[in-house]
């Protein structure tokens, strides 16, 4: 049974739900140990594998960028008006 973001319910197939939302599937296949199931368990492997690559190439990437359009990025707020003080706007 899945709850939609409007508060209606209905019954859905797994199956189609992988398609739909693959780490939020993945993620209470492991929780439900579901997993374990054939149909499941190689696809779960790769769906959380997947998750990790892709928080690891945003986190990095996130770091790395230090400036953008030909001006300095900061991180926090804090930084951020340094740099309106510093440019006088």
């Not at 709850?3 to 398609?19: H, M, Q, R, V, Y």
């Not at 993945?26 to 374990?36: G, I, V």
């Not at 990095?60 to 930084?79: A, N």
Request: some cysteine; charged content about 30%.
């Amino acid at each position: 049974m899945v709850e939609w973001k409007d508060g209606s319910t209905l019954w859905e197939k797994l199956a189609d739900l992988k398609e739909l939302s693959p780490i939020e599937v993945a993620d209470y296949t492991t929780a439900s140990n579901l997993c374990k199931k054939t149909a499941f368990s190689w696809w779960v492997k790769n769906v959380l594998k997947r998750r990790k690559k892709m928080i690891g190439a945003a986190s990095t990437k996130y770091i790395k960028c230090t400036h953008r359009f030909g001006l300095e990025t900061r991180k926090t707020v804090k930084q951020a008006l340094e740099i309106d003080t510093e440019n006088g706007n």
